[in-house]
């Protein structure tokens, strides 16, 4: 069957409106125009509105919402991450230990360097480094020195309280691998395993407003984020409290979380402009957030000017650990690693990190409401004491919508083609019907009839 008959046939048959008068043989040729021109406006328009739709859901899927019916929400507290931020006595005790206790001073600064490392490392540059190298340097695995100086868990928190409940620290205090080093958290998706003990630190009407407390035996920071969240070299000062010996620091914040309705696992990551903990692509955490990611550019950046990575890189394989070459090269480069920039700062020739990093779906606004330190009168012990608890239950949280699924697009997408031409699905059939089928069946009729007419 030649194709120009084919599409008569089909367009004699169609189901779509007013295909039928373009072939229609008792029509003008008027008519027929008329009929083309008709047909041609109406699939222009039904495209157009297709078009908007798609635009639409790939764009504007997602609407922002502020809810307010607080009453039976349970409020999760924030995660409290503890790292350690300096201990002389304790780099003097291992100094000694690789050194003997006549060893010369300026290690001390490199091992502190070392331990605590923070972008740059000046006096291990310095003095192990050049023609001039303080003997007993070390060259190479730097994180097993700072593992020496860190302090452990039992060593650093002590006299925990959850809304004046005792409990042990060291059981819910779980072991973290950050950049700053190790850190200890709770209840935190990124500290130690999965199925480590958790600790309930929800509050709702019943139990009221959270507070934690505990003692801290050596100088740190407490970072104070969401459950999903990293400490970072630029976390905002906003989200952590500098401790030290002798002092009482509390702190209550305000905290809105992010609600998801269900559908929105059902939407791309491009359409919600967000990622879930769980679709992790990173390799330094093993849950996504927005500053993990910053982690994980801070040390594909490292890798690319130094070819190697901080030795405190977090879940990192040894190959990848800078030596002190690779620490000079990272002390060189330290206005490129540290801080993270726009990417039009970027083109004006600023200094600094360019990090494609999305948003958590899940994360929270923090707000310090009250914030005090004061000296702790008559303490004998070189402890401090740290209280963070919510000022009150939240009376509002934002909440993403999804207001443009899959079945909204299907019914938009089927409402345009019904209106403008008529179609359905089975119209877009009709065509693979009679294209392929419909001549075959035609073919294989018109050999059996000839085959009938040649028998005697």
């Known amino acids: 069957m030649r194709f120009g008959r084919i599409i008569e046939e089909y367009l004699e048959n169609s189901t779509l409106h007013g295909a039928r008068f373009i072939v229609d043989k008792d029509a003008s040729w008027l008519e027929r125009i008329f009929w083309v021109i008709c047909l041609v406006a109406s699939w222009y328009a039904s495209w157009l509105l297709i078009k908007a739709s798609l635009s639409a859901f790939e764009?504007?899927?997602?609407?922002?919402?502020?809810?307010?019916s607080y009453r039976d929400w349970n409020t999760n507290f924030p995660a409290i991450i503890v790292c350690e931020s300096k201990n002389m006595d304790r780099i003097q005790e291992v100094a000694e230990q690789l050194w003997g206790a006549d060893h010369d001073f300026t290690l001390e600064e490199v091992l502190s360097e070392i331990a605590f490392f923070r972008g740059e490392s000046y006096?291990?540059?310095?003095?192990?480094?050049?023609?001039?190298?303080?003997?007993?340097?070390?060259?190479?695995?730097?994180?097993?020195?700072?593992?020496?100086?860190?302090?452990?868990?039992?060593?650093?928190?002590?006299?925990?309280?959850?809304?004046?409940?005792?409990?042990?620290?060291?059981?819910?205090?779980?072991?973290?691998?950050?950049?700053?080093?190790?850190?200890?958290?709770?209840?935190?998706?990124?500290?130690?395993?999965?199925k480590g003990p958790k600790l309930n630190m929800y509050s709702n009407r019943d139990s009221g407003p959270g507070a934690l407390r505990m003692e801290l035996h050596t100088e740190a920071t407490v970072f104070i984020l969401g459950t999903e969240e990293v400490p970072t070299l630029v976390t905002p000062k906003t989200d952590f409290l500098v401790v030290g010996p002798y002092i009482s620091f509390v702190r209550y914040i305000s905290k809105r979380d992010?609600?998801?309705?269900?559908?929105?696992?059902?939407?791309?990551?491009?359409?919600?402009?967000?990622?879930?903990?769980?679709?992790?692509?990173?390799?330094?955490?093993?849950?996504?957030?927005?500053?993990?990611?910053?982690?994980?550019?801070?040390?594909?950046?490292?890798?690319?000017?130094?070819?190697?990575?901080?030795?405190?890189?977090?879940?990192?394989?040894?190959?990848?650990?800078?030596?002190?070459?690779?620490?000079?090269?990272?002390?060189?480069?330290?206005?490129?690693?540290?801080?993270?920039?726009?990417?039009?700062?970027?083109?004006?020739?600023?200094?600094?990190?360019?990090?494609?990093?999305?948003?958590?779906?899940?994360?929270?606004?923090?707000?310090?409401?009250?914030?005090?330190?004061?000296?702790?009168?008559?303490?004998?012990?070189?402890?401090?004491?740290?209280?963070?608890?919510?000022?009150?239950?939240?009376?509002?949280?934002?909440?993403?919508?999804?207001?443009?699924?899959?079945?909204?697009?299907?019914?938009?997408?089927?409402?345009t083609t019904g209106l403008f031409v008529g179609a359905s699905l089975l119209s877009f059939v009709e065509i693979f019907y009679y294209i392929t089928i419909r001549p075959y069946s035609t073919y294989i009729h018109e050999k059996n009839r000839l085959k009938r007419l040649m028998l005697p």
């Open 59 to 68: 764009n504007n899927a997602i609407s922002f919402v502020v809810e307010s």
């Open 258 to 415: 992010i609600e998801n309705d269900e559908e929105i696992r059902q939407t791309s990551v491009h359409q919600r402009n967000c990622r879930f903990a769980d679709e992790n692509i990173l390799d330094v955490h093993s849950h996504y957030s927005y500053s993990a990611c910053t982690v994980q550019c801070r040390k594909d950046r490292q890798m690319e000017l130094c070819n190697c990575s901080s030795h405190l890189s977090p879940n990192s394989p040894d190959w990848q650990l800078c030596n002190m070459d690779g620490l000079e090269c990272l002390n060189r480069n330290y206005e490129d690693l540290s801080v993270i920039i726009a990417k039009w700062s970027k083109r004006r020739g600023r200094k600094g990190l360019v990090c494609d990093c999305l948003p958590s779906c899940t994360e929270v606004d923090i707000t310090t409401v009250y914030d005090s330190k004061d000296n702790m009168a008559g303490q004998q012990n070189p402890v401090s004491r740290i209280e963070v608890g919510l000022i009150e239950l939240p009376t509002e949280r934002y909440k993403r919508n999804l207001v443009r699924g899959k079945l909204d697009l299907v019914v938009s997408i089927g409402g």
């Open 123 to 194: 006096h291990t540059v310095h003095e192990c480094s050049g023609e001039e190298v303080t003997a007993s340097c070390f060259y190479s695995n730097f994180s097993y020195y700072a593992e020496l100086v860190r302090s452990s868990c039992v060593d650093s928190i002590s006299n925990c309280e959850w809304n004046n409940q005792p409990f042990e620290c060291c059981k819910y205090f779980h072991r973290m691998e950050t950049e700053l080093g190790i850190c200890y958290a709770i209840n935190s998706l990124q500290a130690g395993s999965s």
